[in-house]
């Protein structure tokens, strides 16, 4: 099992910027990367950005692209998304998920963490 919990989320006026983690447990030796999601009222859920934990090799969907930055600590098995200038549209809860192979599916999950960004 993998164990994954999101922190950071909170409440921030547009512009402003927010640091969200996620610290991994279990057997994350046999992950092959992770993946930050949010979910907006309504909406379907969204991927937002990966990484991987051997090259770091990342993505990001075009909305954040430029915002938001995803990085890693192996030696603490957390990942992070550092997020600025941060939008209205931005808030949604937010998840992070492990994938276990290359191509493969997220199968483990975080309970997610708010971010709500005010006009």
């Known amino acids: 099992q993998v164990q994954l919990v999101e922190s950071g989320g909170g409440l921030v006026q547009a512009g402003g910027s927010l640091r969200l983690s996620c610290a991994a447990s279990?057997?994350?030796?046999?992950?092959?990367?992770m993946g930050w999601f949010r979910q907006a009222p309504g909406k379907e859920r969204e991927f937002v950005a990966r990484i991987t934990w051997t090259a770091g090799s990342t993505g990001y969907a075009d909305s954040v692209k430029g915002r938001f930055t995803i990085s890693r600590d192996n030696a603490k098995n957390t990942v992070y998304l550092q997020m600025n200038s941060l939008k209205p549209e931005d808030t949604a809860v937010y998840y992070c998920?492990?994938?276990?192979?290359?191509?493969?599916?997220?199968?483990?999950w975080g309970q997610g963490t708010q971010v709500t960004v005010s006009s």
């Open positions: 279990g057997r994350t030796f046999s992950s092959f990367g």
């Open positions: 998920a492990a994938q276990l192979a290359k191509y493969g599916n997220y199968n483990y």
